[in-house]
T-cell receptor, first 116, second 115 residues
């Protein structure tokens, strides 16, 4: 009965290093979303998964960002060659249905990333 | 393209006072509108949502919101705030009722409660 979990909760890395962020959605939720929340900003959509496929990855800011989902469950967001502007809270959400409009999205606590 | 504007970055109200948080959207078709709350150290939680029907929507924690198509607004209200309502509030719009839709969030309004 757990909610959406994300790991790590905090990550400090040096500029230029790669990082992997993990999201465990609620069991049975087919839709999974990644968002980025920068300081003083709203949530910025990054990518959406339906099952293991990503029909909408329009929000990924550059080719340094990629994400995958395996087994229709866990998802990892990878940022290569991190830059200081990548510092933000990365939020994951999951929902039952295919459409964001149809079903409530349940959010995880986020991963706070700091790039030095 | 759809967008959401929350014109107030930070609002302070006294405990027990009424609250209204403003939200304006831009979307060509019938919008699907949401209000989320983000309490300190916690994830986002859905307060309420509007898809169709009655334009006054009731949510959790005593919140309500009214959809006004003529004003492209979806303002959040509460008759009497409690100290525990201090949080960040986000208005959002879904881009469509399709399998590829996503939610577009506003930049948020931070609510502080004066004792």
């Amino acid at each position: 009965g757990a909610g959406v979990s994300q790991s790590p909760s905090n990550k400090v890395t040096e500029k230029g290093k790669d990082v992997e962020l993990r999201c465990d959605p609620i069991s049975g939720h087919t839709a999974l979303y990644w968002y980025r929340q920068s300081l003083g900003q709203g949530l910025e959509f990054l990518i959406y998964f339906q099952g293991n496929s990503a029909p909408d990855k329009s929000g990924l800011p550059s080719d340094r960002f990629s994400a995958e989902r395996t087994g229709g469950s866990v998802s990892t967001l990878t940022i290569q060659r991190t830059q200081q502007e990548d510092s933000a809270v990365y939020l994951c959400a999951s929902s039952l249905a295919k459409s964001a409009a149809q079903e409530t999205q349940y959010f995880g606590p986020g991963t706070r990333l700091l790039v030095l | 393209a759809q967008s959401v504007t929350q014109p107030d970055i930070h609002i302070t109200v006294s405990e027990g006072a009424s609250l209204e948080l403003r939200c304006n959207y831009s979307y060509g078709a019938t919008p699907y509108l949401f209000w989320y709350v983000q309490s300190p150290g916690q994830g986002l939680q859905l307060l309420l949502k509007y898809f169709s029907g009655d334009t006054l929507v009731q949510g959790i924690k005593g919140f309500e919101a009214e959809f006004k198509r003529s004003q492209s607004s979806f303002n959040l209200r509460k008759p009497s705030v409690h100290w525990s309502d201090a949080a960040e509030y986000f208005c959002a719009v879904a881009s469509g009722y399709s399998s590829a839709s996503k939610i577009i969030f506003g930049s948020g309004t931070r609510l502080s409660i004066r004792p």
